[in-house]
């Protein structure tokens, strides 16, 4: 009777004591190495594969702990823009420390805010965030329940002067009960804003930058 590989698989699953009655064989089974020299016991192949999971296990660790390093610095940064609305008394001040911050720290090159809300009070003044918007602006951004991260939109966004064409940008909708503007992030680079990247902070200043605009805007 002819035993299979499955067999003996089988059997060495049910008997996990069986290398241990059995040491000795161990140092008789060799193995091709996974390397392509000659070959090698099968001691080593499996030291050889617990190393190549621990180093797996290291990339994945270092990626993981970059990425902490990376909310952590987008977080505090986060956490300054707050801190700034909280302290600005006018529209002009939320709407010009936005932009500030924006551009100086989070390293945007182009940013700029739409508005086609009114204001509560005539006094405040009016900027060129408050720049006619067309009716299709306003519903493009009326349904846009997520920042829009990628290329441009065909859209009057009026974002200002570049040196270069501008390739990628975040569209960040502001809203109260329905959309009163939109927060525009652009850049020269195509790769800055792609679909696929985290919206989670972009969504976050969206509402922090809406609701300090909503004490101004009726």
Not at 71 to 90: K, M, P, Q, T, W
Not at 100 to 112: C, G, K
Not at 153 to 161: C, F, K, N, S
């Amino acid at each position: 009777m002819t035993v299979t590989a499955d067999q003996i698989a089988a059997y060495l699953r049910a008997d996990p004591q069986f290398f241990e009655t059995h040491a000795a064989l161990l140092a008789e089974l060799y193995l091709p190495s996974p390397h392509g020299n000659g070959t090698i016991s099968l001691a080593e192949r499996q030291q050889l594969a617990q190393r190549d999971k621990i180093r797996i296990l290291e990339a994945k660790l270092s990626e993981l702990i970059q990425f902490g390093e990376e909310n952590d610095i987008i977080s505090e940064r986060v956490h300054r823009l707050s801190l700034g609305l909280l302290a600005a008394r006018s529209l002009d001040a939320i709407t010009q420390l936005v932009v500030h911050n924006l551009r100086e720290d989070f390293r945007v090159p182009h940013a700029a805010i739409r508005l086609w809300a009114r204001l509560q009070q005539a006094g405040e003044g009016a900027g060129e965030e408050f720049a006619s918007a067309s009716e299709e602006l306003i519903l493009w951004t009326q349904n846009l329940n997520t920042p829009h991260c990628g290329r441009l939109p065909p859209l009057d966004l009026a974002i200002g002067t570049a040196v270069a064409p501008l390739q990628s940008c975040a569209l960040i909708p502001l809203r109260g009960e329905t959309a009163f503007g939109l927060l525009v992030l652009a850049s020269e680079e195509p790769r800055r804003f792609y679909p696929e990247m985290g919206t989670l902070y972009l969504k976050r200043i969206g509402e922090l930058v809406s609701v300090a605009l909503l004490r101004h805007l009726s």
